[in-house]
Every structure is written in structure tokens, then in C-alpha cells.
């Protein structure tokens, strides 16, 4: 998997103060997206283990504290970033107790494959679906078009399990 930004403190993307990582790849192609640059699936840099290790440190940060990781792009649910979003969700759940996984998709909720499914069951939102130029809305929260729903996959008290 290659990525384009990290952000270790944010208050932009998701609920409270995160951890932000824009992956590289996309299919869907939207009319109006804010991030062609990460369309391709090889542009950015390479996402490695020391990158991995910088997040899981940065989720553990009790100076800071972050509320989780939010994950966007390009898209984190492109087939060829699942392992690596597998693996490094995996570690959060393992190593980050009580930090929320949001993910930003292109996919819709009910169309995804088994592999896609398996990467949302180790988060707490997801916020699918394209991005529709005549559906913009700025007044949206967390989403660009009104068609794009935010689907709370685990209840709070889930999380904190
Ligand atoms: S899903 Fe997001 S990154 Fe992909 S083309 Fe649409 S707006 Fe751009």
C-alpha cells in the first residue's frame, strides 16, 4: 500500500483529536473530488512497518491524547490496501485500547466483497458511498454529498470492550 499524507494530530477529519492517514488509490473516479492526486494505486510513497509503528505510537501517546485513527484517501477499502489496512487495524485493536477506527470509502455499505468486510469489522464507522457533485452539501458534517451515509458499526460501549 503507498499513502499521500499522515497527520499524527487532527481535528478535521472525525470526532475529537485523531490520527489521520490518507492512502493512495482509487476507482471511483468522482466528478468534483478534492483528491485526484490519489486516484492512482502506486502514487504516494510506500505505507511501511516504521510508518505502522509511528501510528500505533501516536495512538498510545498519553501527552496527547487522540480520541483514534480516521482513514481516508483514496480510498482504504481499494483492494490492493486491504492487507495492509487489515494488518494495521489489527494492531490497533491489539495495541490501542479505547480508540475508534473511522474509514472513508468510495463503496457502498451493502455492495462490499468479503475481503472489504472483513477491514469494517475492525472499525467503529464507516462513511460510504461516491461523492456527488449535485448532492454537495457544506453544511454536512464528516461527508461531502448527502447521498454519503455514516454508518456507527459498533455502539460506544463496544468499543471500549
Ligand atoms: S471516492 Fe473519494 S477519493 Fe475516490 S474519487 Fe470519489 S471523492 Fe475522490
Known sequence: MNFHQYYPIDVV???????TLFVAG?????????????????????????????????????????QGLS????????????????QLLGR????????DVWIWTGYQLAEL??????VIALADVLVDGKFVQDLRDPALIWRGSSNQVIHYLRSPVAQQA
Request: net charge positive.
Open 113 to 118: 466483497s468479503g475481503a472489504q468486510q472483513r
Open 71 to 86: 482513514l481516508s484517501g483514496g480510498d482504504p477499502l481499494h483492494p490492493q490496501n486491504l492487507g495492509a489496512i487489515e
Open 13 to 19: 477529519n472525525g470526532p475529537g483529536t485523531r490520527c
Open 26 to 66: 482509487c476507482v471511483h473516479q468522482c466528478p468534483g473530488c478534492y483528491n485526484k492526486s490519489t486516484w492512482r494505486i502506486d502514487s504516494g510513497k510506500p505505507f511501511t512497518v516504521l510508518q505502522e509503528d509511528q501510528i500505533i505510537a501516536d495512538l498510545q501517546d498519553t501527552r496527547i491524547r487522540r
Open 92 to 99: 490497533v485493536r491489539a495495541e490501542c485500547a479505547g480508540k
